[in-house]
């Protein structure tokens, strides 16, 4: 029988629990999931290294059996290609994630006519969630309550305290 082997691509700068509840969803439906963490050499300015993303999403999904977390540079296409994966998973939490996502969905399916794109749709409770705004009520010290797991929120706290002694040791002129 055919197997469904799916790739969840995204940044995960960090992963959220509306990350989160799409793994959920779709590690239901296709017989493999693999989360794959995408790294842009030419623009990086993520909070956190790739390592530490990988780390943050293994412990998140270490009790789901046929998710497994990974990294890849390059085109999301080659990659599914090299994995033997026939789906890409893609959350949409409202329309205006559609135009986007659409056309990401289209360009891949030029690229390589052999892989499709599926939607998701997060419980509604995610639908304004998503990694930069979580980034940024870090970085004003907000409440990250019910928006990412635990592990991750400590994490955030970590770093926004890294940052701030970086930057205080700058004089202001
Ligand atoms: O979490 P994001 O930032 O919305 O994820 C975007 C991502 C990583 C899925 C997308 O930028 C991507 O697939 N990058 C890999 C390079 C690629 O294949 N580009 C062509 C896409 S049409």
Excluded: W
């Excluded at 030419?42 to 993303?53: A, N, Q, V, Y």
């Amino acid at each position: 029988m055919k197997q469904i082997v799916a790739i969840y691509p995204g940044s995960f700068d960090p992963v959220t629990n509306g990350h989160l509840d799409l793994i959920h969803r779709g590690c239901k439906l296709f017989d493999r999931l693999v989360v794959a963490i995408a790294r842009n050499p030419e623009k990086d300015d993520s909070l956190f290294s790739l390592e530490e993303r990988i780390e943050m999403l293994k412990a998140m999904t270490e009790d789901l059996d046929n998710v497994t977390v990974d990294a890849f540079e390059g085109l999301l296409m080659t990659y599914c290609i090299e994995n033997q994966a026939n789906a890409v998973l893609r959350g949409i939490r409202a329309v205006s994630d559609y135009e986007f996502e659409l056309q990401m969905a289209l360009m891949n399916r030029k690229i390589e006519p052999r892989v499709e794109t599926v939607f998701m749709m997060p419980a509604e409770k995610y639908s304004y969630l998503s990694s930069r705004i979580v980034r940024e009520i870090a970085a004003f010290d907000g409440p990250l309550n019910g928006l990412v797991p635990e592990l991750v929120e400590e994490h955030l706290r970590r770093r926004v305290a890294e940052k701030r002694a970086v930057t205080s040791e700058i004089p202001i002129k």
